[in-house]
């Protein structure tokens, strides 16, 4: 258990550049307080300590402002900044090296039962206000965009985007800066100016239709 603490609090300092010192991370820091809390609750919950381990998670979810809930599995060196609003249901699997900023939300679509939460797979970057609902995979190496509503699997090496959440980017360049989830493409606003140009098209040929020329005279 002290090795993952110990691997949360370097995870702190290779994602957030305002992190200053190790004191500041153990006492200030909200998310690794809440992940710590979580690695107390889990093994509790896996041998069927499940009150004490819910009173655990609500103590961490008052403190904080996370709600983990201690069924959730969760890898080595997760990151969750400024982590408040951020839900992880029961059911839900993170892998390694996942960055989760604020607002975030994992968690399910009904009340069916069994595995109803999503599985995030390594080096994944969830941005602020994400909803990513259901029980499927995120690829590793994919981002998700600020606000994105992700309702269904997104293949490994992706960039998703708007609600519903679209795939934008897959096997391409990687874009901008890996902890920059606000510089990504918006697929609602690429649609809207191909409308815009197609509209300009049609005034254009509109116009040469009213005004029909040959030979340099209007004809009559």
Request: net charge positive.
């Amino acid at each position: 258990m002290f090795r993952h603490f110990r691997s949360d609090i370097l995870a702190v300092f290779e994602n957030d550049p305002a992190a200053r010192s190790r004191f500041e991370v153990i006492f200030t820091y909200s998310g690794v307080h809440a992940i710590w809390a979580h690695r107390i609750s889990h093994p509790l919950y896996r041998r069927g300590w499940y009150t004490t381990a819910r009173l655990i998670s609500q103590v961490s979810r008052f403190m904080t402002g996370i709600e983990i809930h201690p069924g959730a599995r969760i890898g080595e060196r997760l990151f969750i900044d400024h982590g408040m609003g951020v839900v992880i249901g029961e059911t839900c699997e993170i892998g390694d090296d996942v960055v989760i900023y604020q607002g975030v939300t994992l968690g399910g679509t009904g009340k069916e039962k069994g595995k109803r939460h999503p599985t995030i797979g390594n080096n994944v970057v969830i941005g602020s206000g994400a909803k990513v609902l259901g029980s499927f995979q995120v690829g590793e190496f994919s981002n998700i965009g600020s606000n994105a509503v992700v309702l269904r699997e997104v293949p490994a090496n992706c960039t998703v985007v708007g609600n519903p959440g679209r795939v934008v980017k897959r096997n391409g360049e990687r874009v901008g800066d890996r902890l920059d989830h606000t510089k990504l493409p918006d697929p609602v606003i690429e649609m809207f100016r191909t409308m815009q140009k197609e509209i300009d098209e049609l005034k254009s040929e509109l116009d040469k239709l009213r005004n029909p020329v040959a030979g340099g005279e209007i004809r009559k």
